[in-house]
């Protein structure tokens, strides 16, 4: 089991540019969330995606947005780069009806630098 | 808003004295807390778990404590060992909130 997967593993963006950010989840989960790592912050909750729809979204602007395939996989697109996007990004899956009591695996995430 | 909060960036422990982390929550309908560690360049990687109907819930070196009337939880790790140096965070959960709110972490330096 190759636990969750993420790529790149390193990104290095200029404002204004556009980024797509990939995960796959831990075999026979189906459930995958984003979350951004700022340097010295805990993950702050992005979106949720789960039966390919996003079901919860955090207090993050529509230059974010996601996808999730019918493996399970996922994007998370990010538009109009700010410096401020510069962070780890973090995907979790989980196979749960009720996420809030299962626990989330996590990928080793990607480092996002914005120029 | 920060709902769950890690006081203390950094700790420094002996090799084989107990490591205490601290976290504490605002929002009153959390009835999930997990604790995460994270070494550098992964992710971070799922410790120990309490819901709130339990106080505590221990899993070989590590207890958890969870009071939920001051909304507070902490982690125990005894005896600690170097290779528990890591960042440890916090997070939070309800019923239907289908999310984690993590607090900012704690690096935990367990020094041989």
């Known amino acids: 089991d190759a636990g969750v997967t993420q790529s790149p593993t390193h990104l290095i963006k200029t404002r204004g540019q556009q980024v797509t950010l990939r995960c796959s989840p831990k075999?026979?989960?189906?459930?995958v969330s984003w979350y951004q790592q700022a340097l010295g912050q805990g993950p702050q909750f992005i979106f949720q995606y789960y039966e390919e729809e996003e079901r919860q979204r955090g207090n993050f602007p529509d230059r974010f947005s996601g996808h999730q395939f019918p493996n399970y996989s996922s994007e998370l697109n990010v538009n109009a780069l700010l410096l401020g996007d510069s962070a780890l990004y973090l995907c979790a899956s989980s196979l749960a009806v009720e996420i809030s009591t299962d626990t989330q695996y996590f990928g080793p995430g990607t480092r996002l630098t914005v120029l | 808003d920060q709902q769950v909060k890690q006081n203390s960036p950094s700790l420094s422990v002996q090799e084989g004295r107990i490591s205490i982390l601290n976290c504490d929550y605002t929002n009153s309908m959390f009835d999930y807390f997990l604790w995460y560690k994270k070494y550098p360049a992964e992710g971070p990687t799922f410790l120990i778990s309490i819901s709130s109907i339990k106080d505590k819930n221990e899993d070989g070196r590590f207890t958890v404590f969870l009071n939920k009337s001051a909304k507070h939880l902490s982690l125990h790790i005894v005896p600690s060992q170097p290779g528990d140096s890591a960042v440890y965070f916090c997070?939070?959960?309800?019923?239907?909130?289908?999310?984690?709110?993590f607090g900012s972490g704690t690096k935990l330096n367990v020094k041989p």
């Open positions: 075999s026979g989960h189906d459930t």
């Open positions: 997070a939070a959960s309800g019923i239907n909130f289908n999310k984690f709110y």
